[in-house]
Nanobody
Framework: QVQLVESGGGLVQAGGSLRLSCAAS????????MGWFRQPPGEEREFVAT????????YYADSVKGRFTISRDNAKNTVYLQMNSLKPEDTAVYYC?????????????????????WGQGTHVTVSS
């Protein structure tokens, strides 16, 4: 089971950018599907983006499509979330997650239950 640590959160003005990183230890992420979720204040955790094992497939929530980009560097054991054109509604705690699944169907990658390990989260605040 990999251990995940997020970094890169902070306070940014609307329209700005941030890049979140998720560093894994106690194992390699090569065989994991990796995802980002977020939890806005007072709301449920929601799917943001997922990237498959080799990075050939990526999936995004409609709310972030065209603004956020998920990527991975398996050699560095790190997953990234580049966030551009940030909006106040992007304010949330952002979590990195890993899944040991060897296959997926439909959009089950968008469910928190699909993932086995989670980071502690990093706060992102977007001011208007």
């Amino acid at each position: 089971q990999v251990q995940l640590v997020e970094s890169g959160g902070g306070l940014v003005q609307a329209g700005g950018s941030l890049r979140l990183s998720c560093a894994a230890s106690e194992g390699t992420i090569r065989t994991y599907i990796m995802g980002w979720f977020r939890q806005p204040p007072g709301e449920e955790r929601e799917f943001v983006a997922t990237i498959t094992w080799g990075g050939s497939n990526t999936y995004y929530a409609d709310s972030v499509k065209g603004r956020f980009t998920i990527s991975r560097d398996n050699a560095k054991n790190t997953v990234y979330l580049q966030m551009n054109s940030l909006k106040p509604e992007d304010t949330a705690v952002y979590y990195c997650a890993s899944s040991r699944r060897t296959a997926y169907s439909g959009t089950d990658y968008s469910l928190p239950s699909f993932y086995d390990s989670w980071g502690q989260g990093t706060h992102v605040t977007v001011s208007s």
